[in-house]
């Protein structure tokens, strides 16, 4: 249960003051709560360095994490890191709609909260910066690369595989399924019915040729 009259401390510095006053009204605050409960936890996340890139797919857009997005009047600021210490704030910036001009920067935590206009989007999902960037305006962005998942020594090749064509939403070869749905659906003893079956057809075939 938060407080009404005292927000979390990250959330009290992270959250532009006049959103503050909207939450701690207590004719609202029923509503909010649930959101700021997992705004807390979300905004700890937030890493108090520079995050580093892994992988050789995509660009480094897909590999950057956006924690959390300000916004207002065609202002965009999608934000990597806060450096806690100084009040820094990493991320991507487009100014006015200007996305020949946005670029990567810092800015100070206090210029966005003491703004009075700029809000924090309360309903943000963590995404990787090229997929932020190509929603927000996907006519100038590239979409983003799915990266392909990395296989670990305990995953074996089947799942291994069946992994990489989830998560990249790439098909997954008909007999690949198709032996799936057998082993679900089917008896042991009507699998092997059915594979003798064939193999006497396939001989019968040659046979005869």
């Not at 005292?6 to 004719?27: G, S």
């Amino acid at each position: 249960m938060i407080n009404l009259n005292k927000l979390p401390v990250n959330l009290t510095k992270f959250m532009p003051l006049h959103q503050q006053a909207i939450v701690k009204d207590p004719e609202s605050f029923k509503d909010f709560e649930p959101t700021i409960n997992r705004l807390e936890i979300e905004i700890k996340e937030i890493p108090n360095s520079p995050q580093k890139t892994t992988g050789s797919n995509g660009s480094v857009y897909d590999h950057l994490i956006v924690y959390a997005h300000f916004f207002y009047a065609g202002c965009d600021w999608f934000i990597l890191d806060w450096d806690r210490e100084n009040d820094i704030l990493y991320g991507y910036a487009i100014l006015h709609s200007d996305i020949e001009m946005s670029e990567l920067g810092t800015t100070y935590l206090s210029d966005i909260t003491d703004h009075g206009r700029v809000e924090l989007d309360f309903y943000w999902n963590k995404c990787s910066l090229a997929k932020a960037l190509y929603e927000r305006y996907p006519d100038y962005f590239a979409e983003p690369h799915i990266a392909v998942p990395v296989r670990t020594k305990k995953m074996t090749k089947k799942k291994y595989k069946l992994l990489k064509a989830t998560q990249t939403q790439q098909p997954v070869r008909i007999k690949d399924w198709r032996k799936k749905i057998k082993l679900k659906f089917c008896k042991p003893n009507s699998i092997k019915h059915e594979q003798t079956t064939h193999q006497k057809h396939y001989r019968q075939r040659h046979r005869s040729n």
